[in-house]
């Protein structure tokens, strides 16, 4: 059974930093990156890596946002540092197999799995 969980998101202020967590069972993927939803229907991908070692983010969070996996522990990571109030959204683990068909990793048909969230909120 493939189960994605995340874990790590709390309440911090501007400038502060999170450590989120994805574990990853029950299966075998070839990217995981982290989304995250705020008031809109729409997921934004905010970071991807794969199997590869490639990490690919968003541009409104490079340099501040690192994702990093640890496969011994099934583990992606999502460190982020100088948080910003634009950052407080619900965000998502996802994972995908196989080739992405020449998709953009922040499409979200190319991710089978997806984890139920976690909150992240940065006040002013």
């Known amino acids: 059974q493939v189960q994605l969980e995340e874990s790590g998101g709390s309440s911090v202020q501007a400038g502060g930093s999170l450590r989120l967590s994805c574990v990853v069972s029950?299966?075998?993927?070839?990217?995981v990156a982290w989304f995250r939803q705020s008031l809109g229907p729409q997921r934004e991908g905010v970071a991807v890596?794969?199997?590869?070692?490639?990490?690919l983010y968003a541009d409104s969070v490079k340099g501040r946002f690192t994702i990093a996996r640890d496969t011994t522990k099934s583990t992606v990571y999502l460190q982020m540092n100088k948080l910003k109030p634009e950052d407080t959204a619900m965000y998502y683990c996802a994972a995908g197999s196989g080739g992405a068909g020449g998709a953009p990793w922040h499409n979200h048909g190319i991710y089978d799995s997806w984890g139920r969230g976690t909150q992240v909120t940065v006040s002013s």
């Open positions: 029950g299966y075998t993927y070839t990217r």
């Open positions: 890596v794969t199997t590869r070692g490639t990490t």
